[in-house]
């Protein structure tokens, strides 16, 4: 009897760049959190993470790296995205600024903008708030990169309420793998996300406690960095604590792709994670 010969390994897929933001913004006075964060559910029929409820983000595009992009950036500088983002994937540092920005214009409507000289948007004006949309309808379109588009406005990302906040690669055993970074930005003032059914079928605050304890119970399905994100956020007593404690730019926590496939798959992550939240 010939001995079974052993499976020939797989190979994991090589995770894509990619870039999300966790929107927050104060709680209305008496709420019994003090803080709420913008989170989306993802179409059932996306193949990646179907009906998962998420932060708004994606894909580092091609675009998002090149000069014209980079030079459309203000309030961080290329030196100090490379001193945050150490491992870049092959892409420019501030591409993942750049996808943020985009990201969330897509999938939220809202635009951190300002002109040359890092002066905001006049939000109130008819024609920044037709810019903006041009802008989001454009996009998915294809109609051209988002830095054309910004240029067209004369417009140019502003970077400074994006606060590097966590990286997340999704684990080798997933086909569809991305290596994202999450920013944490305040609700820009004058701006409200909206809900666009192109990739989303749900969008709303909620507060970060609430949602943590909602994926405990099963309720709302979400990768790691949906329940890391919301466990955090919800360990702080005020946006303003929160905010303070990213003035320094780093990120916050991790997950890497091998970190729970080996030595800790009998421990129970969910009753240990936050368990001040856990009931």
Known sequence: MSTPRPEAPTTPAVPKPAASVVLV?????????????YMIRRNRNMKFLGGYYAFPGGKVDPGDGL??????????????????????????????????????????????????GGRGL???????????ERCRRSLM????????LITREGWYCDLRPLHYLSHFITPTSSPIRFTARFFLSRLPSGQEPRLFTEETSEGFWIFPGEGYRRYLSGEMKMAEPGEYGLGYLAQ??????????HRDGRHKFQGIADRMEVAWSSFDWKQNRFPGLSS
């Not at 150490?86 to 002109?115: N, Q």
């Not at 379109?141 to 054309?148: C, I, R």
């Not at 702080?236 to 404690?245: G, I, K, N, R």
């Open 25 to 37: 913004r104060d709680a209305p006075p008496g709420s019994p959190e003090p803080l709420e964060v």
């Open 67 to 116: 000069p014209d992009a980079i030079a459309r950036c203000r309030g961080v500088r290329t030196d100090e995205a490379e001193v945050l983002l150490t491992e870049r994937e092959g892409v420019p540092a501030l591409a993942f600024w750049v996808t943020a920005v985009r990201e969330l214009l897509e999938e939220s409507g809202i635009l951190l903008a300002c002109d040359e």
């Open 122 to 132: 006049d939000l109130s004006a008819p024609r920044v708030k037709d810019g903006i």
């Open 141 to 148: 379109a294809g109609e051209a990169p988002f830095a054309e």
């Open 236 to 245: 702080f007593s005020s946006l303003d604590e929160l905010m303070t404690a």
